[in-house]
């Protein structure tokens, strides 16, 4: 999926006024992700995306990596994975989440679905419930 058509999906599913929201948004979501998952999968889920959503990526987990070797994600769940998201946007909370699943909603579609599968295997249940494939494990309680 190109950059263009995500964003404009992001705008819509999320409501977002304009573009530049859309942007900020789905950057703050995939940098976050980025700290959340191992960062060899981060790297898998990058090589998939529109170039600067995926240098996004791989920064934040070039940033969070630090003197480690990177391997594994930081360790948090659903509240501090919508905090630090509101933080980026400028935005509350429950804003951040539900701004997150149209991202998230977005990126199950531009992703191969094996790639979705890793990535929901590698999160919490709580950011699991966030992405389609983890709502869909709720409803039928995989």
């Known amino acids: 999926m190109h950059h263009d058509e995500m964003m404009t999906k992001v705008q819509a599913l999320a409501q977002l006024p304009d573009r530049a929201a859309a942007e900020r948004v789905a950057h703050a979501v995939v940098s976050t992700l980025a700290e959340r998952l191992p960062s060899g999968l981060v790297r898998h889920v990058a090589a998939q995306l529109p170039p600067d959503m995926a240098e996004a990526m791989r920064q934040a987990v070039d940033a969070s990596a630090g003197a480690d070797s990177g391997t594994s994600g930081e360790r948090f769940g659903l509240i501090v994975f919508a905090g630090r998201i509101a933080d980026r946007t400028g ?18 579609a531009a992703l191969a679905p094996e790639l979705t599968e890793r990535m929901a295997n590698a999160l919490p249940a709580d950011i699991r419930e966030l992405l389609p494939v983890g709502r869909a494990r709720e409803s039928t309680g995989r």
Do not use: K
């Not at 935005?91 to 199950?108: G, I, Y």
């Open 91 to 108: 935005t509350d909370e429950e804003t951040a989440l539900r701004e997150a699943a149209a991202v998230l909603e977005v990126l199950d």
